[in-house]
């Protein structure tokens, strides 16, 4: 029940990046330089999470690294290094297709079309490219700003998608299957050119904004804020400003109240289903599940198992999340009561150590066991690579282990986040994100003098309500107004907020 | 949307009871005392919500005064005045089932076997008196307090349960129906007693507070502490506190997350479709239904009818809970759109004037309209007397109004609250309640000195959990505890609190 | 599971009014004539089931029999034996009130402006007389019939309505609490009338019609034929078809689809809900439920109480109704596997014994003991009746029953159906019923020779279809037509029907 | 909402296969023998339908026949003709799989150690083949039966399923990509060799049957039986039987209730959003969708899509069932009215044309069609193959269709049934298939002379009780048992069946 979750989560409450110990340096072939470093990228965000259409484009098999390439686009520009510019269309219908459950961003370019507020921004961004990042990055540009980009992941890249920037004349340095030393010389690209300084930072994990920390501190001085994506981020963020050495204003989008429904709540009560399809094909009516914790992401996952027939059992920590479960109509009970039985576990708590060797030891054979929660650590997948067991790959993120007298259990994506693995994130999820991420590089680009220090903010109530007031039209969805009158009984301004920024979503 | 609610709702924003302004003298006949200085007491909970039990004793039509009469108990105790001690037995038989649907309190009561945290208490309260009130008392008393009681509410009093209690030795000052004087009258006598001066005050609407703030000031010497249920209450709490004129620590219970979800969510999701059938033995299936107001209340309201059939639309001025609306599958409209189309109006807003008369000039033949809200205010009542317009009362609570062409509206409970007016409120809502009251009494009691200041408090997280913690046998539900390897991972202590104290319910 | 179940509900397979052994003679007072030949009436249809409304009239004390009255309606007409004509006008209002949900029967009359399909029809009845049968009654009259009609209960009558319905110039025949010898002098009087003889019957239990087999033989020459709406009717017409007496042809309207989908899973779905809630003001959330039997009504009650956050519990005797339990999510177990931990058992499966004392001597303290089903011996309410168990009756219709330990069950209207009891039935679902009733008495009156032999018939399916077709406009719903291509592709006509006739409802 | 449906669906009511007009000559290629013989198997059985793991072998690009092979299974056996023998093991790991959902028949064998009730069967069989027939299959012989089959369709065999069927001993002629000659030359060498002759058929599609009806009608002599699955197969054995041909008992095994309600309902409910999401990844929440049909499959894709978020509006030409879902909650709506505005149409009528192109014209951009229902008809995708539309295919079974305006609409497997080209079916609605499979095998084997005259006939009632009771296990189920006094008192043999055999399923 912990809580709040990124979509593109990372490790938690161990951040293993630390300014101190690290020497990066991106000319050389990374030796023995810890994998570690990149283990948000690489753990959390599987690649499967990118689309069926990404793999469609995997077979070339051009071995030949981006770096070593020449390429333009079609308007001879050369500012860029991705996998293929001749991608690029392929890439642009993707990039439309998303742009039909990005009506947010889509609607903010038209708005814009008279005010640039973002005329002069240069923003350089480090995010996942994917086309949905493409519809984000064009609306950026829609108002006014220029952007440089590289991938926050080495394995997210949606080569087509960057191969349709790059010939939109964007300036990215991103592919799919990147070295760390690529991942490094991206950014440094991003950065480090002749004649362009950014003004503003969009960071996903807080890689780019160490990056510029590191080599070219003197850059701050012109930069007017960061926007920071992820929980590891802006954890960093705050290690920063706790330090005193938070030198700009940073906006914390990951805990707007909008953004954490949907990263959490609507968007799990989904791919919960989702991903256990297209893992195991399994029929979830009168199938018994246990989940375990009960904050959004558990109520989004026992919400959409009752629906579709499943006898669900929740476990909890914390007595009000436990009451809440009863009222919703689950038997609260502890896992070694119904681990025998049940035929689904999935873990939701933010928690580790959640299911263990013992209790796997006792599930009954075909047991499915799966993670939707905080870390890859509520599922002590280590404790089954023993000898004794044997690990069968029956499909992609799809493992048996056996026990000794036959018994398998099906245990998916080995323990990390099922619905970043196996199934895909809506566009419309996304788009809450990067309408969020939007308006805030606008707020902080425009903000008078002053109003925002050198410290990390949340995004401001009107704002977040402005985020979930562009996705209404989606809906047809009609919004009913105040008349001065009721405005005035209810102490609130017409246009709101409508809610004191203290309030938080969810009782999770 | 605007969210929290007291079962026992006061007036809301308008609380007209001032201290400045009130000479009330409790040995006169009122005679020009405006009724309106008790309308908490009178218009928000009517006399309907207290049960069919009750209804079965009033056809006594023994029309002396309580206060002229001469009553003692079998063991001769005489200090008490209700409407008459013969009803004991029924009344006791009435807080037997209620003991049944409150069983947080009757652990406390066997958890207090050895210890008495309340030994040497001396409370004084001013509650609704029900069974459920009287379940609270009698495990205050075994807890180790003594108690004094009057009721909160003219018109709310169960005699029979009175009787009960006066038969086992409670000093209660309270019967339906008491007159203005009579309810100042029996709150003196609670207080005004010789040899006995109260160290704690159990209070619901704050009158017996202003009265011993107004009568007995020095009494405050010997007060621990408040504690005080209603929205109206923590409101003057809090108008004291800022004139620096509160001279004791005071607790606020009304918004506890426990009770905020159960007088909300968890009870409006039955009493809704209760309420209507009582008043109207309405059909559910294929109703069409506007919800006014996505919070906790609309949440509950839409869901249940949803689950029964109707086809629900929502209408909402704040774009977040909007945005929530949609995705749980309401469309979201103005009242406007469907007024002419629906079945059921319902309000839940906390709002004024959200259903006004040319809406209801243009609802069809049949339509029927009630609140769920704050206040009464929401539907404008007062613009259907015209003259034009026939009232026809055609069962208690219910009304229809009808226009000069045929057409008649179906109006519940005069648009006050539906679900105090025409259904009851379930005992085990009530049972949060009085074990936040009694868990809230133990704090202050025994606080340390220091602890609390002169100032209103919430009641703490590790408390509030302690309140669902005892109902969770009820369901037969088990928590999880943590180990210590998890609890420190997590950061927590093991037995809680889990969340932080600023962690409130309910995306309202 | 047992299926089809009427909402005025016979004692089902233990028909005990034979035709060969009763001896009836109306103008003696009844001395040791069995109650027993009235057990339809008497045991299956409750007072309490007539509403609110009808209480109100009954405080008269008007000891006199309306035998011994004279009355006459404001026209001068005194053909019609009611307790009261003065309560006419209060009737109205009821009528008026369920006129509002009968759409369809509102329907006919503007549809028989024009033609009279009544015409020349002569209708004598024998229902409950309500708001609703009136609504009916005046639809025939509209539409060309006349009617003289008699109560099929002794208990059911709204006075009020039978006033408004004598007022109104209806020769009826009925009174709340009529002996036996005033029900069957009632019928009489219906039907033994000089000058008027009936051509068309409409009959609910089969007693009027049996009247006449035994005095009025010779009536059934005139007669077009039975419309019959109990299980017990039903099968006392099968009983002498099979005999070879039946001399007229009769309309089974108990087993068309529309109408049984209504009497059971929609009906209960929210009659279950309305009548714990009226009895026991019982929070639903989190409670742990047993429903016995998994056929429509059980269907009905199990869906309810999920979606109000119930835990429950199904059992079943039939395997394939039992894994669509499992496929709808609830467990299915033995009645002894939970009757220990269980907070409300429902019965409905038809059978008897399903409670037994040896599981009642299991339950837990405060467990809620009903039944919805079939007959009122699916509880053996008789095991309870033993000296060592106390019986206390706590409200209308609610009994403690008291184990020597304390422990109490609470057992709802003596184990008699309790949506009968202790809820009311839909106006609109009565409505169903009375169109199907008219629909058959149309079809009846107007089949040319030849169609309908001396046999029982259940109603044409394109009927059943008509009858709901006239229910969708009250909510608003649009039906698509088939285009000419695609009903020679389906092989159908365009006006149906549209399923075969032996197509049947529900897979109970 | 017409009703049934197989999961491995015929082409409805236009069967082409005509035993006279056929000339099938399987030594020869095929020339102009229209494509459209095969229709069944081409058009509604995807071979996405398959599973993910098929593919994986699929990129063996050997381009041998498997008819000019050679192979032998490590035994020495050469009985077989399949694609590649060596991948026995991958498809013995799937047989493995498809067990664990299976319960039913693994039960039959456990049941079958000691009597062997097909002991002397020789079943010549001719379905689908894939994991679940190989646990059928295995399941035919432990109980007795020699076995050898052939595909149904050209496209649907698992290859290595097929490899582990030879492996162990089966004789299976069938590869995934048959030509149409090889497709009769498999069925033949099921049927024409030395020294073996079946006496059971087991047909799914009718080609079997129809084979040995033209080239071996002596064989029937000794055939006790066919067993027929599919719509299709049934339809030509009641045409058989009309014309007096039927030479043995056949069982109609596709119209078993159990089969029914999992085809269609329980199916649907599940494979509506793991179709939509696989090709779409289409948030649900919010979006409002429309539903043509409202039988099963249409009930089924109704309630998932509401439990999801989404907003259903839903349409209907039959009264009744019309009706239904507006007691379920859905508005009921003509096409015309919602086709603006609507996100997603599915249809499931089994009727055709019923999305027509002026429909598509009005859709708005995005919005996506798909298909459900009973044929391919259904939607008009001829419509849309003209001049002024693009077609752009952007995934797997999913085209973008673009209008000159640049509004695309998105079709989904080109109107054929979603479920079976974009989902799976689960393995445990197979099960329900396969055992009714096995349990008619048995009854047809094992009846006594007389029992089964030369017609088509239901499963048994009793047998249909037997196959979902073997089912229950799975779910934890424990069945009551009547007492001797109840079942009496019900008039039902204590052991079923407990429905009358004209006991459908479903209110289609």
């Known amino acids: 029940s912990h809580g709040s979750r990124s979509v593109f989560l990372s490790s938690g409450n161990s951040c293993q990046i630390q300014f101190a110990d690290q020497k990066q340096e991106f000319n050389k072939r990374p030796t023995k330089i810890s994998r570690r470093s990149l283990s948000r990228s690489i753990s959390q965000s599987s690649t499967d999470s990118y689309g069926s259409a990404a793999s469609y484009t995997d077979s070339s098999d051009d071995e030949t690294s981006p770096r070593d390439k020449q390429q333009k686009n079609s308007k001879g520009n050369a500012d860029f290094c991705i996998k293929n510019i001749k991608q690029a269309d392929f890439g642009r219908r993707e990039i439309e297709i998303a742009e039909q459950e990005m009506p947010a961003l889509m609607a903010l370019r038209k ?6 507020p973002l005329a002069g921004a240069k923003i350089v961004g480090c995010t996942h490219i994917t086309a949905q990042t493409a519809v984000l990055m064009e609306t950026l540009s829609a108002l006014g700003a220029q952007c440089r ?11 087509e998608v960057a191969a349709a920037l790059a010939e939109g004349g964007f ?13 490094w010389w991206c950014i440094d690209r991003c950065v480090n050119v002749e004649g362009w300084q950014p003004n503003m930072i969009l960071d996903d994990g807080g890689d780019l904004t160490h990056w510029i920390y590191k080599k070219y501190p003197s850059m701050f001085k012109k930069i007017k804020g960061i926007v920071e994506e992820s929980v590891t981020g ?17 906006m914390n989008v990951n805990d707007s109240v909008t953004k954490q429904k949907f990263d ?7 791919s919960i ?3 256990l399809k297209r893992t195991t094909d399994v029929m979830f009516g009168g199938k018994q599940v246990v989940v375990c914790g009960y904050g959004e992401v558990g109520k989004g996952c026992c919400a959409a198992l009752k629906a579709m027939g499943s006898i669900v059992y929740v476990t909890e920590i914390d007595p009000i999340c436990a009451l809440q479960a009863c009222m919703d109509g689950f038997r ?12 689904i576990v999935i873990t939701c708590t933010g928690n580790k150590n959640v299911v263990v060797r013992e209790y796997m030891d006792r599930m009954k054979n075909g047991c499915i066991v799966c993670n939707m929660g905080h870390s890859n650590t509520e599922i002590d997948v280590a404790s089954l690579r023993t000898p004794e067991l044997t690990w069968e790959r029956v499909r992609s993120q799809v493992d048996h282990v056996i026990w000794p007298d036959g018994k398998r259990i099906v245990l998916l994506a080995e323990g990390r986040l099922l619905n970043l693995s196996c199934s895909t994130v809506p566009t419309f999820v996304l788009s809450i994100t990067a309408t969020t991420q939007a308006l805030a590089l606008i707020e902080l680009y425009n903000a008078p003098e002053g109003r925002y220090k050198q410290d990390v903010y949340l995004l401001p109530k009107k704002m977040d309500e402005y985020v979930a007031s562009l996705h209404l039209p989606t809906f047809d969805a009609h919004l009913t107004e105040l008349s001065d009158e009721q405005a005035k009984y209810l102490g609130l301004n017409k246009n709101g907020p409508f809610k004191p920024n203290y309030y938080r979503s969810a009782a999770a």
């Open 234 to 250: 802006v954890h960093r963020l705050y290690q920063l400003s706790k330090a005193g050495k938070l030198c700009v204003p940073a």
């Open 273 to 275: 289903l989702d991903g």
């Open 171 to 183: 300036s990215v340095f991103a592919w799919k299957g990147e070295s760390e030393d690529d991942f």
């Open 111 to 116: 708005r814009a079309q008279g005010e640039k």
């Open 149 to 159: 980009w590289a991938a926050c992941n080495i394995y997210s890249t949606q080569n």
């Open 264 to 270: 959490n709540l609507y968007c799990c009560r989904e």
């Open 332 to 343: 609260l009970v502890k896992l070694n009561e119904v681990i025998r039985q049940v035929d």
